[in-house]
């Protein structure tokens, strides 16, 4: 008897638990909608990809709110980021699981944790008194695509090499003993057994590494010169959706402030892609 | 989401004291703090679950967490204070009393009104005085609507804000930097325009080395940037700059480690960072050398009043914080903040 009262209460509680967490992301969802709702009424949706550059004002008719320099900081310092660190992360998450020894192994694993728990402001500030000073004495101004990927790849490695580590522990025992009766060499079982079964799982880290890396605002704000223009090259600035709402949010208002709440939506949307990518892509595997 | 993570620990705990003592079951119990999801969820629910402490906390309590929170942490907060904002507001606007005073608008402002606030409140016991930030374009936005007690503003009132009173509390200077290596002492108004406006983009062309200029410039918004445009009377349209920054650390922190940049901050912010060795230096306008004293005497062409803001001849307690306020008992705080008091 007392124990299904107890059953009961901790249904009831796990419910309310869900519950509210659900509630508190449907409830961002709806008022980021309600917010940009003045924005999309009174500037258009268009007008966010056609106009001639950013320069936001508080009516609609007097700023100019185009969104597409910003949208391509933000996909070029991710796609960047996740480049760089996907292969140096995976290769990291390879070296601890089957090459380095136990103990290196351990140490290693609690330094990369370590890495992933280092607050973004100390990333960005660092990029901000070491790396953009390095890279502008080569290419001035030195805030810049580079150092924001740079950054933002350092900032991803560890999401990317946990998940991965992860993965790897996920392969069956079975089939690394099978590798290994067959006389397969270490790189071969890697090459041939360990990645393909670990597949989704690399996948997803890669993908939750992306997401990482599109809602960064701190350490992109500090490094990346934040200048609204489609970079040329790596060593222009640029800025990034986030960072655009940092900077300008604290004092937008009317139209400009329902236009940040736009690129917000905006930014949600990208988000609720990759997560929806990240679930096809593990359903397919789980199928297949 | 990541960003608010920072510095976490403590400001979390502090929250969920604060809604503790909401619900009024204190002492809290541990496996309610450890219980649950992940930081960042936690993070969100106990801020929305705070919101309505706010108003019992003194300003000195708030002072310090808004020293403590990273500007990232600071944005969330005003996310949910936006999301509760149509109900606070509401309340906020006709439950006032003789008790309370709310002030918003310009962060420059804002944190010597807090530390005013804080004075005002040991000396007039009882008295809770709410300081929010938002920029000078909200703090006159919410004076002119009744949302704001007091608004506060980094700049003149323009003519179409005539109906509103402005009291000058102190002045504020924004002077051009240069990296302290940059051989040049001195730019006319003219060569400034020109380099703002993309026209000289090395420095051979005004005397210095061959060497690309990089333009720092400040976000939108920023009072520091209409203040500066205002002078050199260029429009945001015009300006090419090569870095964009949010506040003046960052743009003394930019110039400071790029010995080609140029930009602009306030001037008690440069001149202490240039006092403390960081190698910056500040550039004369015209000839009136860039200093705190010269905003004092007002002979310095690149200044702005700090002003606060109300919509009617302001009676009770808003006049006596006023009052307070542009009083010489409050100068120590005003030169603390790196501002420069009002000589009358």
């Known amino acids: 008897m007392y124990r299904s009262y107890r059953d009961q209460w901790l249904l009831w509680w796990i419910r309310g638990c869900a519950v509210l967490a659900g509630m508190i992301v449907l409830l961002i969802a709806v008022f980021l909608l309600l917010e940009s709702l003045p924005a999309l009424r009174h500037i258009g949706l268009s007008r966010f990809f056609t106009d001639p550059s950013w320069h936001p004002a508080a009516t609609a008719a007097q700023g100019r709110f185009n969104l597409v320099p910003m949208l391509a900081g ?130 997803t880290g890669m993908i939750l590494g992306t997401g990482r890396a599109i809602g960064e605002t701190m350490a992109v704000l500090m490094v990346c010169g934040n200048v609204v223009r489609m970079p040329d090259s790596l060593f222009d600035p640029v800025r990034t959706i986030t960072a655009n709402i940092a900077l300008e949010m604290a004092y937008a208002v009317d139209d400009h402030r329902s236009a940040l709440f736009v690129s917000g939506l905006l930014l949600m949307v990208m988000v609720i892609a990759l997560v929806a990518a990240a679930d096809t892509v593990s359903r397919r595997d789980g199928n297949g | ?204 062309d005004v005397g210095g080395h061959d060497a690309p200029i990089t333009v720092v410039n400040k976000a939108a918004g920023r009072s520091t940037l209409e203040l500066f445009l205002e002078y050199f009377d260029l429009s945001s349209t015009e300006i090419r700059a090569d870095v964009v920054i949010g506040d003046n650390e960052q743009g003394i922190k930019t110039v400071a480690g790029n010995s080609n940049a140029i930009g602009y901050v306030s001037i008690g912010t440069a001149e202490f960072d240039a006092s403390a060795g960081i190698a910056i230096k500040l550039l004369p306008v015209g000839t009136v050398a860039a200093s705190v004293d010269n905003v004092a005497t007002g002979s310095f062409p690149l200044s702005r009043p700090l002003n606060l803001v109300t919509r009617s001849e ?11 306020a542009r009083s010489d008992s409050v100068h120590d705080l005003i030169r603390e903040q790196y501002f420069v008091p009002i000589v009358p």
């Open chain 2, 314 to 324: 302001p009676n009770g307690l808003a006049a006596t914080f006023i009052e307070f």
């Open chain 1, 74 to 203: 933000t996909l070029l310092a991710m796609t960047g980021a996740v480049a760089i660190a996907t292969p140096l992360g995976i290769g990291s998450a390879l070296f601890c699981h089957f090459y380095a020894p136990p103990l290196l192994a351990t140490a290693y694993r609690r330094l990369i944790e370590l890495l992933a728990g280092i607050p973004s402001v100390v990333y960005g500030f660092w990029g901000l008194v070491v790396l953009v000073p390095l890279i502008a004495r080569w290419q001035p101004p030195g805030a810049s695509l580079l150092a924001g990927i740079l950054i933002l790849s350092v900032m991803v490695l560890p999401t990317i090499t946990l998940v991965a580590d992860a993965a790897f522990s996920n392969v069956p025992r079975e089939y690394l003993h099978g590798a290994a009766a067959l006389g397969l060499s270490r790189w071969g079982t890697i090459r041939g057994i360990v990645l393909p079964t670990a597949r989704s799982g690399l996948l």
């Open chain 2, 1 to 204: 989401m990541i960003g608010e993570n920072t510095r976490l620990p403590t400001n979390r705990i502090d929250m969920l004291i604060e809604i503790d003592s909401v619900f009024g079951n204190s002492p809290h119990r541990p496996d309610t703090v450890t219980g649950s999801g992940s930081v960042g969820k936690k993070a969100s629910a106990t801020c929305c679950m705070a919101r309505p402490t706010v108003r019992r906390s003194t300003a000195a309590a708030r002072f310090r967490r808004l020293k403590e929170f990273p500007l990232s942490n600071r944005l969330f907060t005003c996310l949910v204070a936006l999301l509760s904002a149509s109900i606070v507001s509401c309340s906020s606007a006709n439950n006032r009393s003789d008790h309370q005073l709310v002030l918003t608008g310009s962060s420059t402002v804002a944190p010597l009104v807090l530390e005013m606030a804080k004075r005002f409140e040991s000396q007039h016991p009882g008295v809770r005085v709410d300081v929010q930030t938002g920029g000078s374009s909200r703090g006159i936005a919410d004076a002119m609507r009744g949302l704001a007690d007091i608004g506060m503003a980094s700049r003149s009132l323009r003519e179409e804000e005539y109906e509103l009173h402005a009291f000058a509390i102190a002045r504020d200077g924004v002077c051009v930097i240069l990296h302290r290596d940059n051989p040049i002492e001195a730019l006319t108004d003219a060569q400034i325009v020109a380099i703002y406006s993309g026209e000289i983009v090395n420095w051979s």
